[in-house]
């Protein structure tokens, strides 16, 4: 049983993408900030299932905070499989935002990357095992108005994935970054309706995300070995 740390677990993707790997047979840490409740409910849910899960809180913006948190988990053995899931929205055109909504969004998904991720690698580079996926969007691929800095952080997110894949492809971990497109969540209910997703989406849905999950599945399996520094959209042909 390999140990899975998803960051951002309590939200819809992410509580999809623990399901998936604790069925795939993971100890599966669920990672919440201030949705605690959320990840304890969920971990609940798995362990009545017969899985090994539990939930955990951190913000990932504090670099103290996360080494706390991860010194604490390491102890128990590495975690071989990290799913970064974490992120925010604060969306506003540019020449409106506010400096706060930009260094608040990318504090969350990039500074939150690296002091997630650079902690748990050596243990993980000493198990010659490991998987990394990094959940981004299509906004960083394609652009969106009103998220520039939403697109620019996800964007980040890329150049780090195929970076780090070459750092550690000679030791069995693969890193690789996941674009979803518009899915079914409580944060895309709010942003589109109906008439938009049938607009925007040559599939004429959203997502689910368990789609997005069994993706992040695969890439954290032993089949999906020779897969690494790729960013896979998962959009329904929005491009």
Not at 134 to 155: E, F, I, P
Not at 159 to 174: D, F, H, N, Y
Not at 186 to 210: C, L, N, T, W, Y
Request: glycine share 10%; proline share 3%.
């Amino acid at each position: 049983m390999k140990r899975a740390l998803v960051s951002g677990g309590s939200g819809g993707i992410g509580a999809a993408i623990c399901r998936r790997l604790a069925e795939q047979g993971h100890e599966v840490l669920i990672h919440a900030n201030r949705g605690l409740d959320r990840a304890e409910v969920l971990a609940a849910e798995l362990q009545a299932a017969g899985h090994c899960a539990r939930a955990i809180a951190f913000d990932v913006t504090s670099a103290e905070q996360s080494a706390a948190a991860l010194e604490a988990l390491l102890e128990d053995g590495p975690i071989q499989i990290l799913v970064n899931n974490a992120g925010v929205h604060d969306d506003a055109v540019l020449p409106g935002m506010r400096a706060e909504q930009w260094h608040n969004v990318l504090d969350v998904s990039l500074n939150g990357f690296f002091h997630v991720t650079q902690p748990l690698l050596m243990p993980m580079i000493r198990t010659r095992w490991g998987r990394i996926v990094n959940v981004s969007s299509v906004a960083a691929l394609a652009g969106n108005r009103g998220q520039v800095n939403y697109a620019a952080a996800k964007a980040g997110l890329h150049g780090a994935t195929k970076s780090l894949a070459l750092e550690l492809a000679s030791r069995g971990i693969t890193v690789n970054a996941v674009a979803p497109g518009i899915i079914d969540t409580e944060m895309s209910e709010s942003a589109f309706d109906a008439a938009a997703i049938k607009q925007m989406v040559p599939m004429q849905r959203a997502g689910r995300p368990d789609e997005v999950a069994a993706l992040v599945g695969f890439l954290c399996s032993d089949d999906a070995a020779y897969i690494s520094g790729q960013v896979l959209s998962i959009n329904g042909a929005m491009y």
